[in-house]
C-alpha cells in the first residue's frame, strides 16, 4: 500500500471550556473565604476592578470654621483664649500633663514616642475627623502554641545544658495532642548518654503544665493528670491499668480488680471523665473558619418561606469604566490597548460571573426549601429524600451544576445553620408502600430508641429492625448496624451491661 499525503475536510462537533466558563465553573464551588481570596488576587491583576466599598468616597466632616460666619480670622480671635498658651498663663500651670495630645507635648516626649502616640491612637488627624481610632487586632497578643509553653517551662526548670538539650528534643518529639512520639530508648543511643538519663529528664517534663504532657499512651497521660491533683492512689491505678475493661463497660470486674465498693467506683468513674484525654489540643493554633450562612431562611408575611441570599457573603465588585476611558485614550501602543482591552473583558467577565453565581445559589436553595419545606415546619421526622437529579430536573440545570453550588454552602433556618448537602439524605423505602423514609430521619429514630432503652429490655438490631417495619420503615438488619455504628452507638451487648452496671451501682 502505498503511502501519500491527502488532504480531508470532516465535520464533527466537541465541547471546548474556554478559561472565562471554567473560571465561572471554578466560582460556583468555591467557598465565601475562598471568593473572597480569588477577588482580592484579579484585583491585584486587573486595574479596572475595585471593591463597591472602596469605590463610595468616604464624606467630609462637617468643619467649624467654615460655619462660622466671620471667617477664619474672626474665628482664631474668638477662641485664642482657648489655646495651651493662653490658658497655661491664666491658670498659671503647664496643661502639657494634663491634656497629652496638646502640641506641646512633643518636646517633651520626643519625636519617637510622639509618633508612636500618633500612629497608636490615631491623633495625627483626629483634629480634622481624619483618626481611625485603636486597631484592636493588631494589639491582641498572639496565641501561646504547645512549643512555646514547654519551652518556657524548660528554661526554668533546668539548669545542667545537658539535661536542657534532652527535654528540649522531648518536647520536639511531643505531638499536638501533648503525647510524646519516640522512644526513649533510641534517643539516648542518638544522644550518647544514659537511658537512666533520659527517664529522669522526662519525670521532670511531666510535671509541666497542661497536666498529662508527655504521656507516651493514655494510661500515663489520665495517670500524670490525677497524680496532680493528688488523687492517684492504688485502686485508681488498677482501674488506669485495665482501660479495656472500662471501655467493655465491665464495672463488676473492674468493682472486683479494684478492690472498691460500688459507690466508690461511681465517683472514681466521675473523675474519669473530668480528666483531659489530649491535653495538648487546649494550645492548637491551628486555622478555624468560621461558618457564615450563604442563604438565610426566614418565615414570609405571607406565611411561607422567604429564601434570601446573606449579603455579607455577596463580594460588591464594579468595573471602573471611567478610569478604562481616560486610560485608553492616551494609549498609543497597541499592546496597551491590547493589554486593557483584555481586562475589561475579563472584569466584565468576572461580574456576570459573581452576578450568575449569586443567581444559581439563590435558585438552587429556594428549590431545596420548597422541597424540604415539612422539614423546616416539623423537624428531622420529616425531612424528605432528596437527591440532585430531583433538584436539578426542577430548575432545569445539570446534575453537576447542583453539586458544585451545594458544595461548601450553608443555609440559615429556624432549626439552626445546615450545610445544603445536608439536605440530601438516601431513600429508605415504605413498609406499607407509601412515600420513602429520609435516612436522616430514620438515624434520629434509631437514636431515639436507644435513648430511651431501660436496663431489661436492651434493643438488639434486630428488635430495632422490628419495630422501625412497625411504623413504616423497611430496613435490613445491616443497615441499622450501620447507622447505629455512624452514630459511635455501642453493641446491645455492651449497653446492656454498662446500663445494669451503672443501675446496680446507682442502687
Known sequence: MALSARLQLRQSQSLVMTPQLMQSIRLLQLTHLELERFIDEEIERNPLLERADDAAEPAALPND???????DDDWSADHAEWTSEAMS???DTSLENVFP???G??????PDLTAQWKSASGNGGSSQGGGEGYDIDAMAAAPTSLGDLLAEQIAF????PT?????????????EAGYLDTDTAELAERLGVEAPDIERVLATCQTFEPAGVFARDLAECLSLQLKARDRLDPAMQALLAHLELLAKRDFVALSKICGVERDDLVDMLAEIRLLDPKPGLAYSTGPSDPIVPDVTVSTGPDGGWAVELNADTLPKVLVDNAYYAEVSGVAKDSKDREFLAGCLQSANWLTRSLDQRARTILKVATEIVRQQDAFLVNGIRHLKPLNLKMVADAIGMHESTVSRVTANKYMLTPRGVFELRYFFTAAIASAEGGEAHSAESVRDRIRELIDAEKPVDVL??????DILRKNGVDIARRTVAKYREGMSIPSSVQRRREKRALAGLAS
Open 157 to 160: 526548670s533546668f539548669v545542667d
Open 105 to 110: 507635648r512633643q518636646d517633651r516626649l520626643g
Open 65 to 71: 470654621a467654615d460655619q462660622h460666619q466671620g471667617g
Open 460 to 465: 438488639s438490631d434486630d428488635a430495632i429492625v
Open 89 to 91: 498663663e491664666r491658670l
Open 163 to 175: 539535661d536542657r538539650q534532652i527535654a528540649a528534643l522531648l518536647a520536639d518529639a511531643v505531638d
Open 101 to 103: 495630645d496638646d502640641p
